[in-house]
């Protein structure tokens, strides 16, 4: 069956305008998580979604980064105002039900902020 | 705090020889702890857990709760397991916290 996927693959965008990002999980897949891979930081959590809530989004890096999740799949990532080190691999992964089991991760999206 | 450290940056070794990947963790609670890689142009993917107590593709990591390690080792290297190898440990609300990565290099 198809894996995780994310669109776009690459997003270059101008400082100061906003992205969106999106994360097609696995189909049946109720737990999502949203992770960014930056140069030297590796990789850092962001968010996490059961079905459409949010319990932990003690990973948004400010408040220009937000998430949402509709019907229990697709998810949209959003960066308003976007500055120059918000440049990073933005990964999405999924689990069957959450906590105990395996996450498989997407592609990612590339974002350049210029 | 809960961290994962990786202190290579870049580990480089001949084909046949033996590698170990280092992992320290720093964690209050009872740790999972799992080995990611990422090779070139391909996606994250689990390469072992340390429940599962399992080898793959020749590797494997015990987890040693006195010296808060899970190293990756594997007795002799090949030049496909070049890759970048994260180390990450599971919070109990189920995100994963990852190491800053080492770069494995398989020279022939």
């Known amino acids: 069956g198809a894996g995780v996927s994310q669109s776009p693959s690459n997003k270059v965008t101008e400082k100061g305008k906003d992205v969106e990002l999106r994360c097609d999980p696995i189909s049946g897949h109720t737990a999502l998580y949203w992770y960014r891979q930056s140069l030297g930081q590796g990789l850092e959590f962001l968010i996490y979604?059961?079905?459409?809530?949010?319990?932990?989004k003690s990973g948004l890096p400010s408040d220009r980064f937000s998430a949402e999740r509709t019907g229990g799949s697709v998810s949209t990532l959003t960066i308003q105002r976007t500055q120059q080190e918000d440049s990073a691999v933005y990964l999405c992964?999924?689990?069957?039900?959450?906590?105990?089991?395996?996450?498989?991760f997407g592609p990612g999206t590339r974002l350049l902020v210029l | 705090a809960q961290r994962v450290t990786q202190p290579e940056k870049l580990l480089s070794v001949f084909k046949g020889a033996p590698v170990e990947l280092k992992c320290n963790y720093s964690?209050?609670?009872?740790?999972?702890l799992f080995w990611y890689v990422q090779y070139s142009r391909q996606r994250l993917q689990l390469l072992l857990r340390h429940i599962s107590r399992e080898s793959i593709k020749g590797f494997t990591a015990d987890l040693n709760k006195g010296e808060t390690s899970f190293h990756l080792k594997k007795p002799f290297a090949q030049e496909e397991d070049s890759a970048m190898y994260y180390c990450a440990l599971r919070r109990s609300q189920g995100n994963l916290i990852f190491g800053k990565g080492t770069k494995l290099s398989v020279k022939p």
């Open positions: 979604f059961q079905g459409n809530s949010a319990p932990d």
């Open positions: 964690y209050s609670g009872s740790p999972e």
């Open positions: 992964a999924s689990s069957s039900s959450g906590f105990q089991e395996t996450q498989y």
